[in-house]
T-cell receptor, first 113, second 113 residues
Framework: AQSVTQPDIHITVSEGASLELRCNYS??????LFWYVQSPGQGLQLLLK??????LVQGIKGFEAEFKRSQSSFNLRKPSVHWSDAAEYFC???????????FGKGTKLSVKP | GAGVSQSPSNKVTEKGKDVELRCDPI?????LYWYRQSLGQGLEFLIY????????KSGLPSDRFSAERTGGSVSTLTIQRTQQEDSAVYLC???????????FGQGTRLTVV
């Protein structure tokens, strides 16, 4: 069955430091992959997506992610974190039985001043 | 509006009462999804509509849950005889004809006391 694993439940980084959030997926075919961000009390906002082509995808707010088929990974990165990036981040793969997204359990990001 | 709209944003109800949650998708989006976000459980897929039809209701947690969609637009998720374990954030998403990119509403936070 398809699944998404986000190994880190909570990460704390200093403002200005670089960030990498890990995501591993299990999916038989070429996956459609997504990263969403959720601020407290808010819905999910799409940061970026991978469907095909270039394995390094750029998203909003200065985020990027790299698809690595050999590692079944789609890690999210940002070179310099801002305090406003503190939120929960969800990785997802498209391909549930009804065309739904399958989500990881999320990584909560805290940013130290 | 331009985005997915959910109402109410917050709902506190007594155990045993029925509740209705509403989702108004992006205009023109034929696919609509309901997810539940519980503490420690991540994002759980509940049901998918293509137009007014929900071909598979097996994702609904129990027979106390039902959903409908009318006119290919607004959807309501109804929970009968609410229980404390129903407390969660209920998220609605829509996409163009079941396409992979889904747009989420702000969610309804349901608290059963």
């Amino acid at each position: 069955a398809q699944s998404v694993t986000q190994p880190d439940i909570h990460i704390t980084v200093s403002e200005g430091a670089s960030l990498e959030l890990r995501c591993n997926y299990s999916y038989g075919a070429t996956p459609y992959l997504f990263w969403y961000v959720q601020s407290p009390g808010q819905g999910l906002q799409l940061l970026l997506k991978y469907f095909s082509g270039d394995t390094l995808v750029q998203g909003i707010k200065g985020f990027e992610a790299e698809f690595k088929r050999s590692q079944s990974s789609f890690n999210l990165r940002k070179p310099s974190v801002h305090w406003s990036d503190a939120a929960e981040y969800f990785c997802a793969v498209y391909g549930g039985s009804q065309g739904n997204l399958i989500f990881g359990k999320g990584t909560k990001l805290s940013v130290k001043p | 509006g331009a985005g997915v709209s959910q109402s109410p944003s917050n709902k506190v109800t007594e155990k045993g009462k029925d509740v209705e949650l509403r989702c108004d998708p992006i205009s023109g989006h034929t696919a609509l999804y309901w997810y539940r976000q519980s503490l420690g459980q991540g994002l759980e897929f509940l049901i998918y509509f293509q137009g007014n039809s929900a071909p598979d209701k097996s994702g609904l947690p129990s027979d106390r849950f039902s959903a409908e969609r009318t006119g290919g637009s607004v959807s309501t998720l109804t929970i009968q005889r609410t229980q404390q374990e129903d407390s969660a954030v209920y998220l609605c998403a829509s996409s163009v004809s079941g396409g992979a990119e889904a747009f989420f509403g702000q969610g309804t936070r349901l608290t059963v006391v």
